[in-house]
């Protein structure tokens, strides 16, 4: 199942140049696409939007639009065109995920959860909608439900680093601390970069009182991001304590 990234970008173009007019439909569809698969998200909803003045119920023009809207947080424009997609071609899993991706934006969690899991009842094998409706659940406090969606997301999708790193978090949030760390180490062996997985796993270490390795972490994740300095300073001094105590 192709991922979806969550990319910041700015603001929807109002207006579509000459150029877009002068293409015929099926052109307009093409180029739609591609610039949807290479990020140009401005340019995609330009041309879709020429596109669907020939045929305003095209699912597959409704649902890569509503990408392209979705990347360009233009999330209620995002919400429209998924629904369209989906009214058009019910049996539309990927179009289910991203409402279900445009309501979670919305903060509108009971119904992100009904469109994940409709995506997983037509693709039973749907990683991605798996760890999506984990990550809500995860949001709502239901970290039962989500240690299972993370879990059948890598069974379904074992490429699905960033559900390591999810699981990981939830893992600690119930006090499971060696299983935690267990998953955020394969998610910093294939994201070595990234602040939060290393502060987690610290924290992780800090609760089993392997402190040595909790400054480690801690340090190195500081080091990516100086903000963070702040937020665990405390814990950081205490460990570094305990550590010289051993």
């Known amino acids: 199942m192709k991922k979806i990234l969550i990319i910041i970008t700015g ?3 109002l207006s579509v140049p000459k150029i877009y007019s002068q293409l015929d439909p099926s052109q307009n569809l093409q180029m739609g696409l591609s610039a949807v698969n290479g990020r140009s998200y401005d340019e995609a909803v330009n041309y879709l ?3 669907l003045q020939s045929d305003p119920e095209n699912a597959t023009a409704r649902y890569n639009r509503a990408v ?3 990347f360009l947080q233009n999330y209620n424009a995002a919400l429209d065109d998924a629904t369209s997609a989906i009214q058009s071609y019910p049996n539309f899993p990927v179009a289910y995920n991203i409402r279900g991706l445009t309501r979670t934006a919305l ?3 009971p119904d ?3 469109d994940f899991t409709q995506a997983i009842n037509f693709d039973l094998n749907y990683g991605e909608a798996f760890m999506n409706r984990g990550i809500v659940y995860k949001l709502q ?3 039962s439900q989500a240690v299972s969606d993370f879990n059948s997301a890598l069974t379904a999708d074992n490429t699905l680093v960033p559900a390591y790193y999810y699981l990981g978090e939830v893992l600690i949030a119930m006090g499971n601390y060696t299983e935690a760390i267990n998953n955020l180490n394969t998610f910093i062996l294939n994201y070595p970069d990234k602040a939060a997985a290393y502060s987690s796993r610290g924290l992780a270490y ?3 009182g392997k402190y040595p390795e909790a400054v480690a972490d801690l ?4 080091k990516i991001n100086p903000s963070l300095q702040q937020d665990f300073a405390t814990v950081l001094n205490d460990a570094k304590s305990k550590a010289a105590q051993k």
């Open 11 to 13: 603001i929807i173009l």
């Open 49 to 51: 939007t020429q596109f």
């Open 68 to 70: 392209a809207y979705y």
């Open 107 to 109: 903060n509108l969690y």
């Open 112 to 114: 992100a959860i009904l």
């Open 141 to 143: 406090n239901e970290y």
């Open 206 to 208: 800090y609760q089993t």
């Open 219 to 222: 340090e190195k994740a500081i």
